[in-house]
């Protein structure tokens, strides 16, 4: 009876392993933890066909010292609106996706400082398709890849935002009838 407890009581919250059931998961919290403070969701039915995204260059102003961080993020729904977790549209410099295919989950590279860099995951063996590597961020940190339970998609992110950066990340997966 106490195990039948402990398995019911899992879906109930999120912990460090993320949250999951037939038609929605989430991801463990990836990078330093904080209060919820930013959300780009697409809507029920649909998914992130696309990342949006803007980088910042940080650290010394010394060539070959700096390195670049998120610092704006968003998504484009597979019909076609947007949502904007930090910015708006203007402020988003990098679109990836993983063209014909669907993302199914993402890679991000944290430190406890800041979400480094970010990539889709894409269905199959599809790569994705980004408009310059480099503006993704940069490989610093742990890199973390999240993939969405079986038949669900990448729905979008939330996460913590301070001080001109991302903080941290968790991705948002969902069953698309």
């Known amino acids: 009876c106490l195990a039948l407890g402990l398995v019911l009581m899992q879906g109930d919250f999120l912990n460090s392993t993320g949250y999951s059931t037939y038609d929605y ?27 949006l995204l803007s980088t910042k260059a940080v650290g010394p102003h010394v060539a070959n010292k700096r390195h670049d961080r998120i610092h704006k993020l968003g998504v484009l729904c597979s019909k076609g609106g947007k949502q904007f977790g930090v910015g708006k549209s203007s ?26 860099r970010l990539e889709p995951v894409c269905d199959g063996y599809g790569q994705y398709d980004a408009s310059g590597d480099k503006k993704l961020g940069s490989s610093i940190g742990d890199n973390r890849k999240y993939e969405c339970p079986n038949n669900q ?15 941290s990340i968790i991705g948002h997966c969902r069953r698309i009838n």
């Open 153 to 167: 998609y990448l729905a979008g992110f939330s996460g913590s935002y301070s001080d001109g950066h991302l903080n």
């Open 91 to 116: 402020d988003m410099k990098t679109e990836v996706g993983c063209g014909k295919k669907k993302p199914i989950g993402f890679r991000a590279w944290t430190t406890k400082n800041a979400l480094q």
């Open 25 to 51: 998961a989430e991801s463990p919290e990836y990078g330093y933890s904080g209060d919820r403070d930013f959300g780009a969701v697409c809507s029920e039915n649909e998914y992130a066909k696309k990342i």
